[in-house]
């Protein structure tokens, strides 16, 4: 399984920016497809998860109804549209490939087997 994100950039507090990410592999289509984000000296982060079979999406509560994952199975392809961004929001996202996604105490967990390579998102004015 291979992933790739794109759609990072330099956006101002408010604005919107959507995130793909493109997977290939014959397994790709057992797997959830997870966000994942890190900022400078902080540890990483689940965003966000959708399920392959039934579109379940999973979010962790710093999303605040702000972020949406959807996804293109014709394409393998998984976007993060992500709204109303804030300068703590800035960050490198990773998409990956889960086997399962769950929310525990307001964060988003996933046991990911394959990675992109990440996106920088910066928000600042």
């Known amino acids: 399984v291979q992933l790739q994100a794109s759609g990072g950039g330099l956006v101002q507090p408010g604005g919107s920016l959507r995130l793909s990410c493109v997977g290939s592999g014959a397994s790709l289509e057992y797997y959830k497809r997870a966000w994942f984000r890190q900022a400078p000296g902080k540890e990483r982060e689940g965003v966000s998860c959708i399920d392959s079979r039934d579109n379940s999406t999973y979010y962790s509560d710093f999303v605040e109804g702000r972020f949406t994952v959807s996804r293109d199975n014709a394409k393998n392809t998984v976007f993060l549209q992500m709204n109303s961004l804030k300068p703590e929001d800035t960050a490198i996202y990773y998409c990956?490939?889960?086997?399962?996604?769950?929310?525990?105490?307001?964060?988003?967990?996933?046991?990911?087997?394959?990675w992109g390579q990440g996106t920088q998102v910066t928000v600042s004015s």
């Open positions: 990956a490939a889960s086997r399962w996604c769950v929310v525990s105490a307001g964060t988003l967990r996933a046991h990911s087997d394959y």
